[in-house]
């Protein structure tokens, strides 16, 4: 049931775009193209790090897993290695945290609620903040304390 979200998440996306008199299906499928991975993902996950679709991109859910694939020590640390992921795939793209317009966040412990909004904050200069959604989940990949996802604005340049 969790794995199906991020389709429906993009599916809602791509009607939204449709359904907007400005945007056509030509512009969606332009430029659409996966990204190259700042930190390689074990051959076996069948997943891009950030893919563009017209003028979004779509960064995969991160989780707290340092470079050589391992996760972060303590709740704190995978936190702060899962927001510095999503900083890296939207750097290698030539954007910034003021570029997301939205985020998923999901969550084993809810309790961590607090300490992850703490940190989250940090990455965001100004209070400037995309929309999220959020909930607790049970079973994230790896092991891992949270994962979150995000969409970027991005306008293709015409």
Not at 31 to 42: E, L, R, S, V, Y
Not at 83 to 99: G, K, S, Y
Not at 105 to 134: C, E, L, Q
Request: proline share 7%; charged share 20%; hydrophobic share 45%.
């Amino acid at each position: 049931m969790k794995t199906q979200l991020l389709p429906l998440l993009l599916l809602a996306t791509t009607i939204t775009l449709l359904a907007s008199k400005s945007t056509t299906t030509a512009d969606i499928t332009a430029g659409m193209a996966d990204f190259p991975q700042a930190t390689p993902a074990p051959p076996d996950y069948p997943f891009s790090r950030a893919v563009r679709a017209g003028d979004f991109v779509y960064i995969s859910g991160q989780i707290g897993a340092t470079p050589d694939g391992k996760l972060a020590g303590d709740f704190d640390a995978q936190a702060r290695q899962t927001m510095d992921n999503i900083v890296a795939a939207l750097h290698e793209q030539n954007l910034t945290t003021a570029d997301i317009v939205k985020c998923t966040v999901m969550i084993d412990d809810m309790a961590k609620w607090p300490t992850f909004n703490t940190i989250y904050r940090s990455y965001f200069p100004g209070g400037k903040f995309p929309a999220r959604s959020a909930f607790g989940a049970d079973g994230l990949a790896m092991g891992a304390a949270l994962e979150v996802d995000c969409i970027a604005y991005a306008p293709l340049k015409k």
